[in-house]
């Protein structure tokens, strides 16, 4: 019964291994840990993170390995967006532990073990090459979110948030899983890497696959919240609490990129005349929808949603640009400003997200924009990390998002869509407005409240090192842009 | 020549004074905070004198030159070198900072590190502008400077600053996309290079050249400001600080026209040649239409706001007649008019921190309480309106000479605003000095303090310095004005 029965080589997913039983160890430790003692569960979430970094460092080896009957992969792209991953759940885990230690309903073991759940689909996700791993990993990240989302439970707009979302994210995974069937009824395989095979040999039935790639594309869009499948991005965002929500807008954009690149580049690269048709066109109406929509916003966090929307559209310039009329000589060009687009938003959105969580304390979200009245005159230096986070998203230079968007714009321009460039750039000028309004709020305006800001000592060295990183990383961002090219030249 | 990297030193300098002032200095320490802005400005300004003693005259190309690789993903150096053109607006920059700390010793009482600070970061930033030659350089120090200008103007500005900080940053960022998109449009044709100095000598066909050209054209017409893009300098002088105004007029709307004189001629020739016309008839535009909308202003800034439009048509109409005589002319009028529109704001900034009002209605008869503001003031409106021996003429007669020679008809257009520039000058300057003392504010005024005294008579100085005896000025310039009409004078369609 055993005889075609081949013991798997684990080390590739060593990390996520690793991962899933210290989580499920955390489970069962927690239930000895009284609420009062909470912090012996953080400490062990991020020691249980950094271990997997460590372990991910020690088993890369730089080769694309297949494992799991090539369910699974390990090449650079994966182990680097992981060790990004890491580090935005535990920049995560430390900026929320004020946050819900100060909200007794949310101070639960769970809210770690879930956060663990959620970055082990994330890592799954990253590594797939398989469409039922990819929506294992998928559904685990979005189960773990939506409890995490409801997690408030007296909360009526956290409620209804999580049953948006909830409700929402089983359509897109259906429409997910229903272009993965036509794709799979097309060429027969529900593998990646085989099915680009499949797809180089022709003789494919084309309608089939053009029908199931518009599924396919719809869920991922879904899943990055690009318009027009944006709509639970400010729902979520807004009722969400703000340590959920900042996990919510960082982590799972690593993993959306790699899906994209998984399923897009790696597995459907010959039909990229069809996709990227509709990825422009998404692409457009996200910078459009997400900058007009977030000027009318008062709610700092639906606006960032918003802004989010615009960023991911942004994003997709990168991905649309790869391969320019059957030609991919501009292909690792334009896929690594991509990813690197997608570390400095996460660096920015951890920090935005951050500065919310420093303001907000017990009773008091401060998630208006107008709580950050007035300050500069409260706090010079939080008011500067804020503004320097404002300008770098709206991509103004010292600052990442500079880099980021000028990355993508060359790629954009060097595959001759200048059209596309264009309309890139008129909005972000745009997007400068809701930017600088809220720089207006802390410096030009007098604060409301006086009250000082009372977060702790770990939280405030981490958000100004997160500033000072948007700066530095500003100045000099060649080392993350050249990982970024030599990982997806190394794993494509 | 000297071995220290002296242009980084001009850049840098001023940016971590900015911070160590930002550092040290709180709100309860304003004294030391003054100190050390004003020691930082003093330092940044002397680290750029080598830069004129040291110049080498008879090199049009790029001197006191760093090269180093600063994002070789993308082949981007931080490639600094100043010319003749470039090389006077360091020093100016730099001197003029020493003026914006002292001129805002007593008068800001609020935020006084922040305020120090922003003007520092500002002055290294624009100093960026002048001496990067690499495409992406330039571009970073020309947005971030938006930063500060967008602080300064909304922080401690007027009643109405922050439409004007918002007008200011949004009008201004316009315009730097588009140039942002030129940019990588050369980069990627000239084979992936950054440098400016390369792209002077890439071949572009017309059609590109055109949209490279109008790419540009927008950039800098929104900063220098020409009109119809200018709406937004009035609005951001009103409600800035008199500090703010100083640089805004005295330094910020150059980077505009030098702008010109790096991109728009030497990379897109026959586009500029093409469409001088048009630069020209806006230029014009600006110089007597302006020039008339200053005469009915009936605020002081506004007034010195719009002449500082007018002067500036002066300038972009010299730079698109093509000969040395009329750049080199445009470049004077440029420095001339940095010496003369800071002193002005000043001048105005000194009544308003006695009486609280620009409006020239709330005053008359100045001249029986101030007699020493009165003495200086008059000098420099004299020098506004382009008096003989003050610098302000010297730019203008050598811009209008050109012209009669280009042509007699724009030349007659440009000399108008010799008569117009008197008539807004001196006008507003009878109004508000001469006569009777109009009502008993201005009876209870208090003469210029020593530290407005210095501050005014330096100005004053280089005002008479350079009108009396411009050769120190010009002759930095020849080389490399003369390298530049080689680039754009030579066709680059193949």
Same mark, same amino acid.
């Given at each position: 019964m055993f005889d075609n029965f081949v013991v798997p080589d684990f080390l590739p997913a060593a990390p996520e291994i690793f991962l899933a039983v210290m989580a499920m160890s955390i489970l069962m430790i927690d239930l000895l840990v009284k609420d009062s003692r909470r912090t012996v569960t953080f400490a062990l979430s991020i020691l249980t993170l950094l271990g997997c970094a460590v372990i991910q460092l020690m088993t890369s080896s730089g080769e694309i390995i297949y494992t799991f009957s090539n369910m699974f992969v390990d090449d650079l792209m994966s182990d680097l967006l992981k060790l990004f991953l890491y580090m935005t759940v535990i920049v995560v885990l430390f900026y929320s532990r004020g946050y819900i230690n100060d909200r007794p309903e949310m101070n639960k073991g769970e809210y770690y073990v879930l956060t663990l759940f959620a970055t082990l689909g994330m890592m799954v996700m990253i590594s797939a090459?398989?469409?039922?791993?990819?929506?294992?990993?998928?559904?685990?990240?979005?189960?773990?979110?939506?409890?995490?989302?409801?997690?408030?439970?007296?909360?009526?707009?956290?409620?209804?948030?999580?049953?948006?979302?909830?409700?929402?994210?089983?359509?897109?995974?259906?429409?997910?899983l229903y272009g993965m069937s036509m794709i799979y009824g097309a060429t027969g395989s529900l593998e990646i890497t085989a099915i680009a095979e499949r797809l180089y040999g022709g003789g494919v039935n084309n309608t089939v696959l053009v029908f199931g790639l518009v599924f396919l594309v719809a869920g991922l869009a879904f899943k990055l919240g690009v318009v027009p499948f944006h709509m639970w991005i400010p729902d979520v965002y807004h009722g969400a609490p703000t340590s959920v929500t900042l996990l919510i807008s960082t982590a799972p954009k690593l993993a959306a990129f790699a899906i994209v690149m998984r399923l897009l580049v790696n597995g459907l690269i010959t039909m990229s005349a069809d996709w990227q048709n509709m990825l422009i066109i998404l692409s457009v109406l996200s910078m459009a929808i997400g900058n007009l929509a977030a000027i009318a916003q008062t709610n700092l966090k639906r606006m960032l949603a918003y802004s989010a929307i615009s960023h991911m559209g942004f994003m997709l310039l990168g991905i649309v640009t790869g391969v320019v009329s059957g030609d991919a000589r501009y292909a690792l060009n334009a896929y690594s400003s991509a990813m690197f687009y997608v570390i400095a938003y996460v660096l920015m959105s951890l920090g935005t997200f951050g500065m919310i969580l420093l303001m907000a304390r017990a009773g008091f979200e401060a998630d208006n924009i107008d709580d950050f009245k007035g300050l500069n005159k409260r706090s010079p230096w939080f008011a500067a990390i804020m503004m320097m986070l404002m300008f770098s998203m709206a991509g103004v230079p010292f600052f990442i998002g500079f880099f980021a968007k000028f990355s993508?714009?060359?790629?954009?321009?060097?595959?001759?869509?200048?059209?596309?460039?264009?309309?890139?750039?008129?909005?972000?000028?745009?997007?400068?407005?809701?930017?600088?309004?809220?720089?207006?709020?802390m410096y030009f305006d007098a604060p409301e409240d006086e009250t000082p800001i009372m977060a702790g000592t770990d939280m405030r060295w981490l958000i100004s090192a997160n500033g000072l990183a948007v700066a530095f990383l500003g100045l000099f961002p060649q080392v993350i842009m050249s990982l970024c090219a030599y990982a997806l030249l190394r794993s494509l | 020549m000297s071995t220290y990297p002296l242009l980084s030193f001009a850049i840098w300098i001023p940016i971590f004074a900015g911070l160590a002032v930002l550092a040290v200095g709180s709100d309860r320490n304003a004294p030391l905070a003054r100190m050390l802005a004003l020691f930082g400005a003093v330092a940044g300004f002397l680290v750029t004198?080598?830069?004129?003693?040291?110049? =080498?005259?008879?090199?049009?190309?790029?001197?006191? &030159?760093?090269?180093?690789?600063?994002?070789?993903?993308?082949?981007?150096?931080?490639?600094?070198?100043?010319?003749?053109?470039?090389?006077?607006? +360091?020093?100016?920059?730099?001197?003029?900072?020493?003026?914006?700390i002292a001129a805002g010793?007593?008068?800001?009482?609020?935020?006084?590190?922040?305020?120090?600070?922003?003007?520092?970061?500002?002055?290294?930033?624009m100093n960026g502008i002048f001496t990067s030659l690499d495409g992406v350089l330039f571009y970073v120090f020309f947005e971030a400077s938006l930063i500060p200008m967008y602080l300064i103007i909304g922080v401690w500005g007027g009643p109405n600053r922050v439409y004007a900080a918002f007008k200011f940053f949004l009008y201004t960022l316009f315009g730097s996309l588009l140039f942002l998109l030129a940019l990588l449009y050369l980069f990627i044709n000239s084979g992936g290079s950054? @440098?400016?100095?390369?792209?002077?000598?890439?071949?572009?066909?017309?059609?590109?050249?055109?949209?490279?050209?109008?790419?540009?054209?927008?950039?800098?017409?929104v900063k220098v400001p020409m009109w119809p893009v200018h709406t937004w300098l009035p609005d951001a002088h009103v409600e800035a600080p008199t500090g703010g105004s100083i640089v805004l007029a005295a330094i910020a709307l150059k980077l505009g026209a030098y702008g010109f004189l790096r991109f728009s001629l030497p990379i897109a020739p026959d586009a500029s040649h093409e469409l001088s016309g048009l630069v020209i008839?806006?230029?014009?535009?600006?110089? +007597?239409?302006?020039?008339?909308?200053?005469? &009915?202003?009936? =605020?002081?800034?506004?007034?010195v706001a719009y002449s500082s439009i007018a002067h500036m048509g002066f300038v972009t109409l010299g730079f698109f007649m093509f000969s040395a005589l009329a750049i080199e002319g445009a470049l004077v009028q440029m420095i001339s008019h940095g010496f003369i529109s800071g002193a002005m704001f000043f001048c105005i900034g000194v009544m308003y921190d006695r009486l609280h009002s620009r409006q020239i209605a709330d005053y008359g008869g100045v001249v029986n309480t101030m007699p020493k503001f009165a003495a200086l003031f008059m000098l420099f409106s004299m020098a506004n309106a382009g008096?003989?021996?003050?610098?302000?003429?010297?730019?203008?007669?050598? &811009?209008?000479?050109?012209? &009669?020679?280009?042509?007699f008809w724009i030349a007659f257009a440009a000399a108008t605003s010799l008569i117009l520039g008197a008539a807004y000058s001196l006008w507003m300057y009878k109004r508000v000095v001469f006569g009777e003392i109009a009502n008993s504010h201005v009876a209870e005024l208090t003469d210029i303090n020593k530290r407005e005294f210095a501050i005014l008579g330096v100005l004053a100085f280089?005002?008479?310095?350079?009108?009396?005896?411009?050769?120190?000025?010009?002759? +930095?310039?020849?080389?490399? +004005?003369?390298?530049?009409?080689?680039?754009?004078?030579? @066709?680059?369609?193949q």
């Open positions: 090459n398989h469409f039922v791993s990819l929506y294992i990993g998928l559904e685990l990240l979005s189960l773990s979110l939506y409890v995490m989302v409801a997690m408030n439970r007296d909360s009526v707009t956290s409620t209804e948030a999580a049953m948006k979302y909830f409700v929402l994210g089983a359509l897109a995974s259906g429409l997910l993508v714009l060359q790629a954009v321009v060097a595959a001759g869509y200048t059209w596309l460039a264009l309309v890139a750039v008129l909005f972000s000028l745009i997007g400068a407005f809701y930017y600088l309004r809220v720089v207006k709020v | 004198i080598p830069l004129w003693t040291g110049f =080498d005259v008879a090199n049009g190309g790029m001197q006191f &030159v760093e090269m180093k690789t600063w994002i070789p993903r993308f082949n981007i150096n931080y490639h600094l070198g100043v010319d003749g053109i470039s090389m006077l607006f +360091v020093i100016l920059n730099a001197f003029i900072t020493i003026i914006v010793w007593e008068v800001i009482k609020e935020k006084v590190a922040q305020y120090n600070a922003a003007f520092l970061i500002m002055s290294g930033l950054f @440098s400016i100095l390369d792209w002077h000598k890439l071949p572009i066909e017309l059609a590109p050249q055109i949209w490279l050209f109008l790419a540009f054209l927008i950039a800098f017409a008839a806006l230029s014009l535009i600006a110089v +007597v239409y302006i020039g008339f909308v200053a005469l &009915v202003q009936a =605020d002081m800034k506004k007034l008096l003989p021996a003050t610098s302000g003429f010297v730019g203008e007669f050598m &811009v209008i000479l050109a012209a &009669v020679k280009f042509n280089c005002t008479l310095w350079m009108g009396l005896y411009p050769q120190p000025f010009t002759e +930095v310039m020849h080389a490399s +004005v003369n390298e530049l009409l080689n680039h754009v004078n030579i @066709s680059k369609i």
